[in-house]
């Protein structure tokens, strides 16, 4: 009954839909989002994630890519923090530049603990998703 | 006719209440407002109005005088916010971008629509603080979520958190007539409390992490030495511990008006020693609060006559300016403000397309509604001029030139270079970055004159910087001049003894001319 008034009035449709958006939003990174890096919209603010560094190695044929005379630092700060959307999209313009060649990422990522994880280490233009 | 409907939706949505009993419940109205202008009481429309679900949003009141504390706060902060993000502008439109939206990957602004759409907001924010033009709360709202959803570029979380807000703040009646000294209801106030509150429990859910809980990611993260000692008294899990206990606390009682005695002082405080931690957040802290004077007791603010401050105001501008004369001499003000930003302002391009959309705009609002001309017209004004002291005293327009320079010189965009290094002069004659950096490009196109002045100018600005004396010394050598070159390339070692090149030429200089002296010790 209670509900049924609140969503009886479009201010109350407004609320109902804005609050259920933000309690369920953020359970989009704890079940499903496949990059545990990426806390965008999950209010994270100062979790032990955040403090992650991550090392992005792009090699073409074995020698490494120089992202500085390619990317802005901005994006390169960002790809230091491990964020796959950034890093898949930073491979697709290599490949897109470089076509035919074999575009190796590697992640290798240190957490506050300082263990080690890597990912990636094939071809980013045959494998676009990390 | 369509006026008359206007002015009923328009009563219908800004909500000056006379608290009926049937509308909030007695802990949800500002026990120490004035008491409300006698009104007629509306009546309950629909059981929307009249159910406890229902009143908890649309029964929300505040007092006149804290919305607008509230309204000069927050918006004076996110004023000063959008300003700052001016030295952020060069890193748009370098080519690349991800959204935070992937649908608007390919709509991002560029830097110079970032320029100038922070500009907009910056006057737009001031205007609204000031009271003026709130109409275009929708239009910063819309400018705002664009900017942050189209790029990843902006990562701080309080810019979601802001993003959020704004939307909501679009529903909220800040405006408060002079006549009107009742309690406001909005519906929109309770609910950027409970979006505060839903923040929190997040960030809870977070944290409930063993290198949070056991202190190491706070650990790294506070870097101010006195806090860090004032930590280690207590332990640093216990202090990890402690910070999700208080983010529960606030969780459940910031949008809750009986525990805002405890909660107020609370969450300000806590959000002041945020501040004070270290963490590079921009102006989160401040945000928040901004926000948190939302949640300040009613009691707290009766000794704060709004009404009494804003009568003096009405009565001194309309003695200064009397009705449609009064409308005009605001509205040249207006211009002469905008005017001496333009003519002034080293960021001319985004300048003019910011002031162009805000001056059209804010004109258009103030012909619309003739009765508030003056003080739409007062508020731009003020707002115009906020924008260019700013623009005059911080340092967010050299650091615009000097990251834009920067970024395009590492990307080898020479062109772009050589324009943001010259307009980094302009404002800032005496960098000596730019001054090394013209002086090699000079050089580069033979123009030999004019590099020599630019490294000279260098090296008077910053004797420890060696790089324009190395540059001079090779173009001494390469004119003959051994000599001259060597005793300018030991003036260079010298303000930086260590500097791998400046040794490395005067090791070379000294090998080619024994003769001429000893290299000193680095």
New interface residues.
């Given amino acids: 009954?209670?509900?049924r008034?609140?969503l009886?009035?479009w201010?109350?449709r407004f609320?109902v839909a804005?609050?259920a958006v933000?309690?369920l939003l953020?359970c989009c990174y704890?079940l499903t989002r496949r990059d545990p890096h990426d806390?965008?919209?999950?209010?994270?603010?100062?979790?032990?994630m955040r403090?992650i560094k991550c090392d992005p190695r792009f090699t073409v044929d074995g020698a490494r890519v120089d992202l500085?005379?390619?990317?802005?630092?901005?994006?390169i700060e960002?790809a230091g923090r491990g964020?796959y959307?950034?890093l898949e999209?930073?491979g697709a313009?290599l490949c897109k530049e470089m076509p035919g060649q074999r575009i190796e990422l590697e992640l290798v990522c240190k957490?506050?603990?300082g263990a080690q994880e890597r990912i990636g280490g094939y071809d980013i233009c045959t494998v676009t998703d990390l | 006719m369509a006026k008359s409907r206007r002015d009923a939706r328009r009563g219908a949505k800004s909500v000056p209440v006379t608290t009926p009993a049937t509308e909030a419940p007695a802990t949800d109205a500002p026990t120490a407002a004035p008491p409300a202008k006698a009104r007629p009481a509306k009546p309950a429309s629909s059981g929307a109005r009249t159910s406890p679900d229902a009143s908890f949003w649309s029964g929300f009141t505040v007092s006149p005088v804290k919305l607008l504390l509230v309204r000069f706060a927050l918006f004076g902060v996110l004023a000063f916010d959008a300003y700052l993000q001016l030295s952020h502008a060069p890193r748009y439109g370098s080519g690349f971008n991800v959204g935070n939206l992937r649908l608007l990957d390919d709509l991002a602004p560029g830097r110079d629509a970032f320029a100038a759409t922070e500009l907009a907001l910056t006057f737009l924010f001031a205007a609204f603080a000031l009271g003026a033009g709130l109409r275009l709360v929708p239009l910063a709202a819309l400018l705002y979520n664009w900017v942050y959803f189209s790029s990843q570029l902006d990562s701080y979380q309080h810019h979601y958190l802001v993003s959020l807000i704004l939307i909501l703040a679009c529903f909220v009646p800040w405006r408060v007539p002079a006549a009107d000294t009742g309690p406001r209801r909005s519906w929109a106030l309770r609910l950027i409390l409970v979006q505060l509150g839903v923040m929190y429990l997040w960030a809870v859910i977070a944290k409930l992490h063993g290198q949070w809980l056991d202190g190491t990611a706070l650990g790294q993260q506070i870097s101010t030495p006195w806090m860090r000692s004032a930590i280690e008294r207590v332990g640093w899990p216990t202090a990890a511990t402690m910070t999700v206990l208080l983010e529960v606390l606030l969780a459940v009682g910031v949008w809750n008006r009986r525990l805002w005695p405890i909660v107020a002082p609370l969450g300000i405080g806590f959000h002041v020693a945020i501040e004070k931690s270290g963490l590079e957040i921009g102006l989160f802290s401040y945000v928040m609060v901004g926000l948190y004077l939302l949640a300040l007791p009613e009691g707290w603010l009766a000794a704060i006559r709004a009404e009494d401050a804003r009568a003096w105001v009405a009565r001194q501008a309309q003695r200064l300016a009397p009705g449609t004369i009064g409308a005009a001499v605001a509205l040249g003000l207006a211009a002469i403000a905008v005017a001496l930003l333009l003519a002034l302002s080293p960021l001319v391009s985004a300048v003019v397309v910011a002031l162009a959309v805000a001056v059209t705009l804010g004109g258009a609002l103030a012909l619309r509604t003739p009765g508030r001309a003056t003080a739409h017209a007062l508020g731009c004004a003020l707002a115009a001029l906020l924008v260019f002291a700013c623009g005059r005293l911080s340092t967010e327009v050299p650091e615009y030139y000097k990251f834009w320079a920067g970024s395009s010189r590492r990307l080898g965009r020479l062109d772009e270079t050589r324009v943001a290094y010259t307009r980094l002069l302009e404002v800032k004659p005496d960098s000596a970055p730019a001054h090394y950096y013209l002086g090699t490009y000079d050089l580069a196109d033979h123009h030999d004159d004019d590099a020599l002045a630019h490294f000279r100018a260098a090296q008077a600005i910053d004797a420890r910087d060696p790089r324009a004396f190395v540059a001079e010394a090779r173009w001494l050598e390469s004119q003959g001049k051994p000599a001259e070159a060597l005793a300018k390339a030991k003036a260079g070692l010298a303000g930086r003894p260590g500097d791998a090149d400046a040794r490395a030429l005067v090791d070379h200089l000294t090998s080619i001319a024994p003769a001429i002296a000893p290299s000193p010790a680095p």
Avoid: C, N
């Fill in positions: 009954m209670r509900a008034s609140l009886g009035t201010r109350g609320i804005w609050l933000q309690l953020p704890y806390e965008r919209f999950a209010w994270r603010m100062f979790s032990p403090m500085g005379k390619r990317f802005h630092e901005a994006w960002l964020r959307s950034v999209a930073m313009r957490d506050v603990a």
